[in-house]
């Protein structure tokens, strides 16, 4: 762009001493310059535009997938209790205080906690084996396995991930009952995909002895690690019969717009004046994390993109100009006998779109080649998607056709006698 704008005011500095107002040429390696310069801007331009959109399909394919759960203004707390609560007891009880003071509070729906929440970046469950009661000892292979995670009553209510068969958690699921347990949707379909998992028994082993399990419901699958990532197969147990000491509390406020982490900070303090709170945050933003590099992408891309437009533009617009200014008088004598709008525009432009043409053509082809590159950073787009393809070559042709216009519709919109006073 720059040298064709020192090739243009150079030609300014000619047409003011120049006997007669004739502008004096740069030469034929002039001219291929300044062709190939706009050839390759619109090139780039393409290639970056092609990225911007591609990842702009891919950002918004992705934050339209359903996370499995109806819960993003809700709050997160997560805390660590092993060395205040030494025993099993002690730990139940504390998080059986601390919620239902948390529930009793002004503006909270509903509440429950969990040992790992989605999109939470500390997660402390383990894809762990478990047996499956009936069924011929597996070879280590074959072995069942499964994330375990220990959640409250109240949890799946609060998170609003859908019961798709069965009963969840309950108050009477405690240490003194029988075991139960609850998988999901992807752990249904992996180990039972023909029979009604309800009933069957499973020997799970969380924090102590392998203890059996019976199946008592099935939840819907949750995309545990992010929005890209499929779900993943798990079993829950309840904290009662399983009280780790390390859990997160979901807190699903009644008004989304009123805050409420202090609130909730004050009631858990209430149970426990020293409490440590190791995270305090918001479920929106822990899924906003989950996609920030992937927006930080789309905002390089979308700046560059950007700039390499308006560059393009501008070296479209300058060879127009450039040209149009070599043939101002001729463009002058034509309209004065009386040629037509569309006559000069055929004139100064009819090549010129052919260099618009090539550049959208190298343009295509350099993105079809990088753009394979692209394929870890998109989501429900392919590297090569034709919509997108065709989306923003159209896009630049436009804006190379309007930079192409302008300096032309100047010149047919002055009066041909003064064109030529001019030249």
């Given at each position: 762009g720059l040298v064709v704008f020192l090739q243009l005011s150079r030609t300014e500095i000619q047409r003011s001493l120049t006997h007669g107002g004739r502008v004096q040429t740069s030469g034929f390696a002039g001219k291929r310059l300044r062709h190939a310069i706009v050839v390759a801007e619109i090139a780039v331009a393409l290639v970056l535009l092609i990225g911007t959109g591609l990842l702009l399909r891919s950002f918004s394919q992705l934050l339209a997938?359903?996370?499995?759960?109806?819960?993003?203004?809700?709050?997160?707390?997560?805390?660590?209790?092993?060395?205040?609560?030494?025993?099993?007891?002690?730990?139940?009880?504390?998080?059986?205080?601390?919620?239902?003071?948390?529930?009793?509070?002004?503006?909270?729906?509903?509440?429950?906690?969990?040992?790992?929440?989605?999109?939470?970046?500390?997660?402390i469950d383990k894809n762990n084996a478990f047996g499956i009661v009936g069924r011929p000892a597996p070879t280590p292979a074959d072995q069942p396995v499964g994330f375990h995670s220990v959640v409250t009553p109240g949890y799946f209510e609060a998170m609003g991930i859908p019961l798709r068969r069965g009963r969840l958690f309950t108050k009477l699921d405690a240490a003194e009952g029988a075991y139960v347990a609850l998988i999901n949707e992807t752990m249904r379909d992996r180990y039972w995909p023909e029979v009604d998992p309800i009933g069957a028994s499973i020997v799970v082993r969380s924090m102590g002895p392998a203890r059996l399990h019976e199946i008592v419901g099935v939840v819907g699958d949750v995309r545990h690690a992010g929005l890209d990532r499929s779900p993943r197969a798990e079993l829950f147990v309840p904290h009662r019969q399983n009280p780790t000491g390390s859990m997160t509390y979901f807190i699903r406020p009644s008004d989304p717009e009123t805050p409420i982490l202090e609130s909730v900070r004050r009631?858990?303090?209430?149970?426990?004046?020293?409490?440590?709170?190791?995270?305090?945050?918001?479920?929106?933003?822990?899924?906003?994390?989950?996609?920030?590099?992937?927006?930080?992408?789309?905002?390089?891309?979308?700046?560059?993109?950007?700039?390499?437009?308006?560059?393009?533009?501008?070296?479209?617009?300058?060879?127009?100009?450039?040209?149009?200014?070599?043939?101002?008088?001729?463009?002058?004598?034509?309209?004065?006998?009386?040629?037509?709008?569309?006559?000069?525009?055929?004139?100064?432009?009819?090549?010129?779109?052919?260099?618009?043409?090539?550049?959208?053509?190298?343009?295509?082809?350099?993105?079809?080649?990088?753009?394979?590159?692209?394929?870890?950073?998109?989501?429900?787009?392919?590297?090569?998607?034709?919509?997108?393809?065709?989306?923003?070559?159209?896009?630049?042709?436009?804006?190379?056709?309007?930079?192409?216009?302008?300096?032309?519709?100047?010149?047919?919109?002055?009066?041909?006698?003064?064109?030529?006073?001019?030249?």
């Open positions: 997938v359903d996370p499995g759960f109806d819960a993003a203004d809700g709050a997160v707390i997560e805390t660590h209790v092993w060395s205040r609560y030494a025993t099993e007891e002690e730990r139940a009880l504390f998080f059986a205080n601390s919620l239902a003071a948390i529930v009793a509070l002004p503006g909270v729906e509903s509440a429950g906690a969990v040992s790992s929440l989605p999109f939470l970046p500390t997660r009631a858990m303090w209430s149970v426990d004046k020293d409490l440590a709170i190791s995270t305090a945050t918001t479920l929106r933003d822990l899924m906003a994390e989950s996609v920030a590099e992937r927006r930080l992408s789309l905002y390089l891309f979308s700046a560059f993109a950007a700039i390499a437009l308006a560059l393009a533009a501008i070296g479209v617009y300058s060879l127009i100009r450039f040209t149009t200014m070599q043939t101002a008088r001729e463009i002058g004598l034509r309209m004065a006998i009386g040629a037509t709008g569309w006559d000069i525009v055929r004139l100064v432009l009819g090549k010129k779109l052919l260099l618009i043409a090539c550049g959208l053509v190298l343009g295509g082809v350099g993105a079809y080649v990088l753009s394979r590159f692209m394929a870890s950073l998109l989501y429900g787009v392919t590297p090569t998607d034709g919509r997108t393809f065709t989306a923003m070559a159209l896009l630049l042709a436009v804006v190379a056709l309007v930079a192409s216009y302008i300096p032309v519709r100047r010149i047919i919109d002055g009066e041909p006698m003064r064109v030529l006073r001019d030249e």
